[in-house]
């Protein structure tokens, strides 16, 4: 149930509703905007008379939402999330912001020299791999904590925020002081113990989409994170599991305008594993930007040929410098600006 109160309610009727969805059952998830507060009331009960609520001071309209996606609707927050960092930066706002940087930490010589690069062309985060969930036991699987320090030293260096993929539980507390976004890959979109404890944190989280995910499971993934008291997440589309086998994922860019209608949470796209390939990456860029992209996800690497993984859908520096250019021409073209 979402109830939305009047733009003159006082603080004191607010609390009011609250108590009283609260001594129904529910559990009240508080939404302040810019005009009125949306409260969400979550919870199993079924047999509730809205009228109970309507009539209480202060409240303007009362709806019962057949969605299964309380929180992460955009009935809950009608003008959209977004997700503000302690530099400045917005995600989810007028400015889309770039996040680049190899998949993984290889060494502290690899790291610096493609932050300095992607930093220099006007990216805002640094992604890297810390661990690594590889297909092969065989494969590398990251530099674990070795990775993280340098990660932040890097984002320090040069100015950038830091993203770096959660694997486990154990892993949470470890990252925190390394890193300024949870990244949750496509394999534990449903991992609802992992998300559960990333509710409790107070971190921004980005939340990919599984490789055969419907937006609703998508959704009612992102649930399980607001459910736990942490509102700041960011969806992305990396790419589905289709019969089609010339590129590693199908870019799935009709996500993002759908989701966008569908929930209020800043929408994300990553080209690099949409594609898997490093010459689609850049007019994939370009389309999810045009398509309503608040950020994107670009794996960039120096030597790609040389990559410890997914080398082959990693751009040159040179490409990326090129496709920061192109972007900045399109942004504008839908009413947006690369921060």
Not at 193 to 204: D, I
């Amino acid at each position: 149930m979402i109830v939305a109160m009047q733009e003159s309610a006082s603080e004191e009727q607010i609390q009011q509703v609250i108590a009283r969805l609260v001594e129904m059952g529910f559990e009240v998830h508080r939404s302040t905007g810019a005009r009125q507060t949306v409260l969400g009331a979550v919870g199993a009960r079924a047999d509730f008379d809205v009228r109970d609520i309507e009539v209480l001071s202060g409240v303007g309209e009362v709806h019962r939402i057949s969605a299964p996606y309380k929180l992460s609707g955009r009935s809950f927050k009608p003008d959209g999330t977004v997700i503000k960092f302690p530099n400045g930066l917005r995600v989810g706002g007028n400015e889309i912001v770039i996040m680049a940087g190899p998949c993984s930490v290889e060494s502290r010589e690899q790291l610096f020299t493609v932050a300095e690069q992607v930093a220099t062309a006007g990216a805002r985060v640094l992604r890297g791999g810390a661990f690594k969930p590889r297909s092969s036991p065989y494969s590398f699987q990251g530099m674990g904590q070795q990775g993280l320090e340098i990660l932040r030293e890097a984002g320090d260096k040069f100015k950038l925020l830091v993203i770096s993929e959660v694997m486990e539980i154990s892993q949470i507390q470890l990252m925190m002081p390394y890193i300024d976004i949870f990244q949750v890959g496509a394999r534990n979109m449903q991992n609802f113990n992992l998300l559960r404890e990333l509710g409790k944190v107070r971190k921004p989280v980005l939340l990919k989409r599984g490789i055969a995910a419907t937006f609703e499971e998508l959704l009612l993934s992102a649930e399980y994170i607001m459910a736990g008291g942490n509102y700041e997440v960011i969806l992305c589309e990396r790419g589905i599991r289709t019969f089609e086998t010339y590129t590693r994922n199908t870019m799935d860019i009709s996500a993002i305008p759908i989701i966008k209608k569908l929930s209020h949470l800043p929408m994300t796209a990553d080209p690099s594993h949409g594609t898997g390939r490093r010459d689609k990456v850049p007019p994939m860029g370009r389309a999810a930007v045009a398509a309503g992209a608040d950020a994107l996800l670009i794996e960039v690497h120096h030597c790609p040929d040389k990559a410890l993984s997914d080398g082959a859908q990693s751009l040159y520096p040179e490409q990326f410098t090129r496709l920061m250019q192109e972007l900045r021409m399109i942004a504008p073209a839908v009413g947006r600006s690369i921060a």
